[in-house]
T-cell receptor, first 111, second 114 residues
Framework: DQQVKQNSPSLSVQEGRISILNCDYT??????FLWYKKYPAEGPTFLIS?????DKNEDGRFTVFLNKSAKHLSLHIVPSQPGDSAVYFC??????????FGDGTTLTVKP | DAGVIQSPRHEVTEMGQEVTLRCKPI?????LFWYRQTMMRGLELLIY????????DSGMPEDRFSAKMPNASFSTLKIQPSEPRDSAVYFC????????????FGDGTRLSIL
């Protein structure tokens, strides 16, 4: 059973527009959520995170929203830039334990 | 600052051979993770260590896989004997043990078993 799901394998948006990447989870014990970004031939790099006691966290162009009742989180990128084109992984963890990753969403930002 | 260093970056070998992947975590990080990425299974955790001690190896696929962390600055993942289905990208990551710290990943080893 996959506890963290990213149901959209890919997303394409126009430069300057908003990108919204979604992630659903099933384990209500998860209390910390992270987004990682991955370029080809590189390892994932940490982007932004949110604790379960919050519903929003913002860092520049990146905002993560958490809806605990729906077990859903989303990453908003505004405005999107061609350099944002990458694979985005959602991850969840609890009690400082291991992280469980989604399968990733490939974002393409067109100039 | 040096990040997580993995070697080799690429490995091509024949089925049945022993494969050893190496990882040097970021200095001061107490936790180390080994992941495998494939098209079919995504990014899956194989094993992780805290303070050089294996904590959870439930993701290790079978006895052909073994991992060690003899000291705080080095870890190995070994496959013996290797099989074509082991072909994947293997990532090592490290993090401070403190609560809710993100992981820092190496650039991975692309392994091809012929």
């Amino acid at each position: 059973d996959q506890q963290v799901k990213q149901n959209s394998p890919s997303l394409s948006v126009q430069e300057g527009r908003i990108s919204i990447l979604n992630c659903d989870y099933t384990n209500s014990m998860f209390d910390y959520f992270l987004w990682y970004k991955k370029y080809p031939a590189e390892g994932p790099t940490f982007l932004i995170s949110i604790s379960s006691i919050k519903d929003k966290n913002e860092d520049g162009r990146f905002t993560v929203f958490l809806n605990k009742s729906a077990k859903h989180l989303s990453l908003h990128i505004v405005p999107s830039q061609p350099g944002d084109s990458a694979v985005y992984f959602c991850a969840a963890k609890y009690n400082a334990g291991k992280s469980t990753f989604g399968d990733g969403t490939t974002l393409t930002v067109k100039p | 600052d040096a990040g997580v260093i993995q070697s080799p970056r690429h490995e091509v070998t024949e089925m049945g051979q022993e494969v050893t992947l190496r990882c040097k975590p970021i200095s001061g990080h107490n936790s180390l993770f080994w992941y495998r990425q494939t098209m079919m299974r995504g990014l899956e955790l194989l094993i992780y260590f805290n303070n050089n001690v294996p904590i959870d190896d439930s993701g290790m696929p079978e006895d052909r896989f073994s991992a060690k962390m003899p000291n705080a600055s080095f870890s190995t993942l070994k496959i013996q004997p290797s099989e074509p289905r082991d072909s994947a990208v293997y990532f090592c990551a490290s993090s401070p043990q403190a609560l809710n710290q993100p992981q820092h990943f190496g650039d991975g080893t692309r392994l091809s078993i012929l």
